[in-house]
């Protein structure tokens, strides 16, 4: 019989266990300091942050997306709301740190409400009704427009303080043009303007181009550097006697067999690049490879062929030229080819670029990037894509907000005045969801080196008589935001504010944490999680933890 007195483990011995509060505590922290980690860099006057990964690569930035997925992140709260900065790229294409410090503090406020004796079940219920409440106070203070001057403004926010100032009306055009080249009736495929890089130059030599550009130039130059009336073939199987080459086993008796072999070999490239002219083909773009013999054939018959062509380049091109991939030779037919005016390669400074102009369908184009260096393209790339991001948010919604801490003020009061009509505990939820959210201009007064418990007071009392007024963080003054211009899509702060309080429920609803053996020490919980409030590694010399 055994000892009723002998512990039972059901988990195995050395896994880290968290309950209840502790739990709350654990994860919640996880999150603070996952938005401590990040709120200096919001808003125009945010610090960049460098970030080298183990293979010396280094990138410069104050996107928040891009931190965040550079930082690898291991406590699982923390990536909890990895994943929420994460879909607001997705959905919106910008406004991550503005997701992630809204989460982080939603969390914050919980924390102090669960500290005074309030259940998590009855912060929830007040979080969720606010939640509510946003959406229709963020209806009733947006503005309906998507003209060109304001997909304009709405670029020009989106892409203001991403580290070059020079440059920057041009790009703001550069996206808007871009992106209306792209909109089918009211949607936009962002997949469908591409931005290609070249360091060299300067940013205000970058340009549209009206079509597809692939990085990559003719495979031989043998081949013609320019097709017009192209008719394009699209390949997804690679012209190559793979088969033979790897397991092909050939008893060879003497040398008359191995010329017999190799003229088989040449005869059956022959064969397939016979399938292509027969085709009607006069460009072919591949997938996969290309043997250096089918090349040779090709080149032969005028046909200008790239190999290796990206996957998301082929999608352009079937959607640009009408082109159908196909996977064999064999189906290669003059339908399914696509057609373009024009094929050819160029040289951009010192980047081969192949472009596919005058295309059946124009809903495709490719901004060329300049830039000096590489790190500078970079950079004022991923400002491009939240530049791409916002200005087809506001195409497709029609919808913008004013900027600028503005709307985070004008909810956090219209919050406030809404709590006070609620009865019982809730009603402190929702007066702190609200608090919460001045969250935004409080962080963008902070960076810009500005007293922020001033800023606040100021702009409550501001939004007492007008709700366009927001903090010019340049001057440090409290301006009428709408006519500075500082407008942003409505969707980026309905995302942001959304997924935050998602986000800030589940985390709030877990009162277990079971870690496996190391699980949570790799994720920092045991030394820079501890009560400091410092991210992982941040503290000197890794002092003990405080608990
Ligand atoms: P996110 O990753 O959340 O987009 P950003 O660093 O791009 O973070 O900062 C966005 C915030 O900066 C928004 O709240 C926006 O209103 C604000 N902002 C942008 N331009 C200005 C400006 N000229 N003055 C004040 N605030 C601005
Ligand atoms: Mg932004």
Known sequence: ?????????????????????????????????????????????????????????????????????????????????????????????????TAVIIAGELLAKAEELLDEGIHSSTIILGYRDALSKVYEILN?????????????????????????????????????DGVLKIEENGKVDKDNLNIQRVSGGSIDDSKIINGVLIDKGRAVDSMPKKVENAKIALLKYPIELKDLESDGKIKIKDPSQIQAFIDNEEEMIKDLVNKVIDSGANVLFSQKGIDDLALHYLSKAGIFAI??????????????????????????????????????????????????????????????????????TSKVERALDDGIGVVSATLEDGKVVIGGGSSEIEIAQQLKKYASAISGREQLAIEAYGKALEVVPKTLAENAGLDSIDILVDLRA???????????????????????????????KKQAIQSATEVTEMILRIDDLVAAKGGLEEAGADDGLDNSGMPPGGMPGGMPPMM
């Open 1 to 97: 019989m055994a000892n009723v007195n002998q512990p039972i483990y059901i988990l195995p011995e050395d896994t880290q266990r968290f309950l209840g509060r502790d739990a709350q505590r654990m994860n919640i922290l996880a999150g603070k300091v996952l938005a401590e980690t990040i709120r200096t860099t919001l808003g125009p006057k945010g610090m960049d942050k460098m970030l080298t990964d183990n293979l010396d690569d280094i990138v410069i930035t104050n996107d928040g997306a891009t931190i965040l997925q550079e930082m690898d992140i291991a406590h699982p709260a923390a990536k909890m709301i990895v994943e929420i900065a994460k879909k607001q790229e997705s959905v919106v294409g910008d406004g991550t740190t």
């Open 462 to 492: 501001a939004h007492d008589k007008s709700k366009c007024m927001g903090l010019n963080i340049f001057e440090g003054k409290i301006i009428d935001m709408k006519e500075a211009g500082i407008i942003e899509p409505q969707r980026i």
């Open 140 to 176: 009733h203070i947006s503005i309906d427009a998507k003209d060109k001057e304001t997909l304009l403004k709405v670029a020009m926010t989106a892409i203001t303080g991403k580290g070059f100032d020079y440059g920057k009306k041009q790009l703001a055009n550069l996206i808007v």
């Open 307 to 376: 190999k290796r062509v990206k996957k998301s380049d082929i999608k352009r091109l079937e959607k640009a030229t009408g082109a159908k991939l196909v996977t064999s030779v064999d189906d290669l037919n003059p339908r399914n080819l696509g057609e373009a005016g024009v094929v050819y390669e160029k040289k951009i400074f010192d980047e081969i670029l192949t472009f596919v102009e005058e295309s059946k369908n124009p809903k495709a184009s490719s901004i060329i990037l300049r830039g000096s260096t590489k790190y500078v």
